[in-house]
């Protein structure tokens, strides 16, 4: 069986768990250490030997190719589906497929999955089982908020959506990989969830589906605490992403104690910036400031003195001297 070429990131979501920040930005244009989420998958992808990526879009659906263009920036042809109205996660799969010019079996990412995990290795395990449809898993503490799975051997034999008591911790990590064939049966133009329609209608079809196991770092960003921890994770070198090494080598980011300092921005030597904070573009950090665990937008400017934990201020937004915000969003 030919290996996977061919990836399509789901990037439509309304990501109602993070507003404000997601009511002007879709949340994979979120920025994550400095640059937008959707970039440490892309690069990732590239990484993998993924060549073409077709970004299934549909809420503020205009965002992204300003900023990606046709990906030669970053070593891969990037594509635009638009979704008119939003077709949920399967219906965004069966619809991006169209601009795919690769043949062979797709990657699929969820829009909001930071990890470390083995893509090559998945792309390799698919092939080597002659999967319909092998899945990333992973293993969590609470597997109530995932889609849970059972498995005999390398089998996946059930799938249980976010239920009260999930028979297993081994989750659906938001990384699959499908055959052709398995992405021709979702209907066009219709609302289907991936998750609660075409993996259990795969399985109860008698497909094949594996379960690729892999405990390295994970996390869904879709919450303001899970973002601000991806942020810090990467600064602490937790979790890890070629995008950000990239970042690092350009020369337009600097790591300063336990923070992330654009090059253009001015910090007074006077003000404590730490604790996984990031400090971007062209942003002014004023005398005696204290910024722990906050992201500060480009071209923020935060007075004198102000006291910040946790926090998200927007680009260009003033910050009072003197003020102090703690878990807020100030800006948006
Ligand atoms: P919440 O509203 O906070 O739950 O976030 P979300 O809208 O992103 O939903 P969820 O986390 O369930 O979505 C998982 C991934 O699928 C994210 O990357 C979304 O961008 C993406 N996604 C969800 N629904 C759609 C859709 O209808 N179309 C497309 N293209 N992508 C979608």
Redesign the pocket.
Known sequence: MSRAQSAI??????????QPL?LKT???MLSVAGIPFTQHQIVKARDAGIQEIVL????LAEIFEPYFGDGSRFGIKIRY?V?EV????G??IG??ANMLHEDGPVVI?????LSSHDLKGQINFHAENKADISLYLTEVEDARAYGAVEMSGVNITSFNEKMENPPTNIINA?CYIFNREIISTIPQGE?ISVERQTFPQALASGKKLCGFVDRSYWL?I??PVALLKATSDLISGVATSVAYDELLASGAYKKKGTALIATSAKVSDSALVGNGSIVGEAARVGDGAKISHSIIGDGAQIGDRADLESSFIAQNALFPAGSIAKGQFFGF
């Open positions: 990131l789901l990037v439509g979501g309304f990501g109602t768990r993070l997601t879709p949340k994979p299934a879009t549909s809420y589906a979704e939003a077709l949920g996660t219906g965004a619809n991006a990412f969820n829009g909001d999955v938001g609302v869904d879709g919450t």
